[in-house]
């Protein structure tokens, strides 16, 4: 910056404040051919008088030294610049932790399953392969909902709002809910281990796994129909507290709302088939004939037809209702 460019600075800055040089010479204690040199250009201000130049005329001392005034909102458009930049890379970072949490969860979870079934065979022992696995299906859970609600609280006490907010939130719910379904359809699969324990009894001892149930066929088939019969369950929860999450927008929430008003019937057809299948083994286990075997393949049969019927009916219905929305937006 020239000395010109800044003593006309000076001299536009003092005339502004309706002060004369003699005025100005008083303030800063120097003389007024002092102040007169400064505007005129043939010299410039001591270094150590800018400060109180910049107090006087109510500037700062960069907008002094580059002899113009920086406009009010760059240095805000600034900061608010740097401040996004900032939110936008802490919640970059915390949705990497939260699914990197879900992921662990997810591997505690397989852990778990694969410990419980090592255990059953190898041990021979159902209560105490339950219990194993039902640890890590706790501590998988717990991983999962203290990351998400640490991340959580910790975005709000940043003050972060709006649309960021919002999509972080949304992603918190899928992790938190893929750690849920996923943990109880494991504990549905490992439940079996428990119910042969409390059911089956020989001489007053806990009979083992091996010894329970025909062993691995039946153990397997009654964990995946308990597995199946959970993740029915979960749907409808699902849906609730989806279509009662603010995260979400009111599109969405009455898409939850509808699913789960017309997925009543669907999830009925699962139950029934659930069911079936548990009927069907259980009458197999005690009497095996060829009338029974028959018979449930049938009645299995004909559930399944339900199901699948069920199943085209409400995904064409969902399909109208998605056209209907997307008319009326």
């Not at 959580?152 to 750690?179: H, K, N, W, Y």
């Not at 898409?255 to 069911?275: D, I, K, P, Q």
């Not at 009497?287 to 049969?301: E, K, M, N, P």
Request: with cysteine.
């Amino acid at each position: 910056m020239t000395k010109i460019s800044m003593g006309e600075f000076i001299s536009v800055q003092r005339k502004a404040k309706g002060m004369t040089q003699q005025q100005v010479a008083d303030e800063l204690g120097v003389s007024n051919k002092t102040v007169s040199s400064w505007e005129t250009g043939a010299s410039c201000p001591d270094i150590s008088l800018i400060p109180a130049i910049a107090d006087l005329f109510g500037v700062t001392c960069d907008e002094i030294l580059r002899a113009e005034r920086v406009p009010p909102a760059e240095p805000e458009d600034v900061s608010a610049r740097q401040r996004e930049h900032a939110l936008r890379y802490a919640l970059t970072r915390r949705r990497s932790n939260a699914v990197l949490c879900g992921w662990i969860s997810a591997g505690l979870s397989a852990v778990g399953l694969i410990v419980t079934l090592i255990v059953a065979f190898a041990a021979s022992n159902s209560l105490i392969a339950f219990l194993v696995g039902l640890i890590f299906l706790i501590a998988s859970l717990l991983v999962t909902l203290i990351a998400c609600s640490r991340a959580m609280l910790m975005t709000q006490q940043e003050s972060v709002e709006g649309a960021p907010l919002d999509e972080f939130r949304r992603e918190l719910f899928s992790i938190r809910m893929r750690a849920i379904v996923l943990n109880l359809a494991v504990f549905g699969f490992i439940l079996p281990h428990l119910l042969m324990v409390l059911i089956y009894r020989s001489n007053g001892d806990l009979v083992h796994f091996t010894d329970v149930a025909l062993s691995v066929p039946y153990a397997f088939l009654y964990g995946a129909v308990c597995c199946a019969a959970i993740l029915l369950l979960c749907f409808p929860l699902y849906l609730i507290a989806k279509g009662n999450c603010k995260a979400f927008d009111e599109r969405a929430r009455k898409l939850a709302f509808w699913n789960l008003r017309h997925g009543c019937l669907l999830g009925l057809s699962f139950l029934v088939l659930s069911f079936g299948i548990i009927t069907g083994c259980v009458v197999l286990t005690v009497t095996f004939s060829i009338h029974a075997a028959v018979t449930t393949i049938a009645a299995i049969l004909v559930e399944g037809a339900l199901l699948a019927g069920t199943i085209w009916l409400y995904i064409r219905a969902r399909r109208q209702y998605i056209a209907k929305q997307q008319r009326t937006m």
